[in-house]
């Protein structure tokens, strides 16, 4: 009896948390993310001043 309750339990609360994520706005959103996020992994890379076109 505990071991199908806590089963039940958990697979419940898993499949709670598996609708909460997809009813998410966000999760189908095209937009580009926070300047901040952009920043963090990749920061921002300028060409030479000799390797631009018509210097």
Do not use: F, V
Not at 3 to 31: F, Y
Not at 46 to 54: A, S, T, V
Request: glycine share 6%.
């Amino acid at each position: 009896m505990i071991d199908n309750l806590s089963l039940a339990l958990t697979h419940g609360l898993m499949l709670l948390a598996a609708w909460l994520l997809l009813k998410r706005t966000d999760l189908d959103s095209e937009a580009p993310p926070p300047r901040h996020w952009r920043a963090r992994g990749n920061p921002p890379q300028n060409p030479p001043e000799d390797d631009r076109p018509g210097a």
